[in-house]
């Protein structure tokens, strides 16, 4: 996953030519980015337990007293890469059901989200169940937020289009409980995946399953 200056960095205002502003990224976090990035890259190929923060600090190209003045351990940068991610998602899932489509489209897109590039990198290193692992334990409360932002969404979502009348909610327990469900399944194709191309697959499957379970006809209401 690369993480960009422009997604990492706090805008500073400058003036332009035409008299405007234009957003300026500030030079620490664009700094923060390029550590960010180093990180991941070592969590991924060496494991959170085993990558030290002169690891960052070479792969970043910095001194280990540079890296200190950003990050006080590589906990910290961790939970920063965990907020992060459920940012990009959670921002990445809302535009997705946002887009007018059909409910099928709308949920194989907010899949997608989930199941992002940003995922790749676990699904594809030989310490990504051990980085979940490691994210249960260390970010946890990281996770709750944003897994409950998420499923705030859905369930928001839900509700508009169940009162639009273009899903059937009642049968399966209201628009938490399936906004619930689908979280909880995306979750399961996630660590169950042997490759990224599989994640993206099953992500699919399943949307399709939500989907047509959800627009079907004579459901028992």
């Given amino acids: ?22 957003p300026v990224p500030d030079a620490a976090d664009a700094k923060r980015a390029v550590i960010l990035d180093a990180a991941l890259g070592c969590f991924a190929q060496y494991g959170l ?24 351990n590589k906990r910290d940068i961790y ?10 998602v959670a921002t990445g899932v809302e ?18 989200a989930q199941a992002s590039e940003a995922f790749e990198v676990l699904v594809n290193s030989p310490h990504g169940a051990c980085m979940i692992d490691d994210s249960d334990v260390e970010c946890a409360d990281i996770i709750s937020a944003g ?16 009162a639009a009348g273009r899903v059937q909610l009642a049968a399966f327990g209201g628009a938490d409980v399936v906004a619930s ?7 399961g194709v996630k660590k169950s995946s042997q490759s990224y191309a599989e994640l993206q697959e099953n992500a699919a499957r399943l949307a399709l399953v939500f989907g047509q379970a959800l627009t079907a006809q004579g459901l028992a209401l």
Avoid: P
Avoid at 1 to 22: F, H, L, N, P, Y
């Fill in 95 to 112: 535009a997705a059901l946002q887009r007018g489509a059909s409910v099928g489209a709308a949920l194989t897109a907010a899949f997608a």
């Fill in 147 to 162: 897994e409950a932002k998420i499923i705030g969404l859905y369930a928001a979502w839900l509700a508009q289009e169940g």
């Fill in 79 to 88: 939970r920063t890469l965990a907020q992060g991610y459920f940012d990009a």
């Fill in 49 to 72: 337990k085993r990558t030290a923060m002169e690891d960052i600090a070479n792969a970043a190209g910095m001194s280990r007293a540079a890296l200190y003045l950003h990050y006080k």
């Fill in 1 to 22: 996953m690369d993480i960009t200056v422009d997604e990492a960095a706090t805008a500073s205002q400058v003036t332009a030519d035409e008299g405007g502003t234009v």
């Fill in 181 to 187: 469900l689908m979280c909880a399944a995306l979750h």
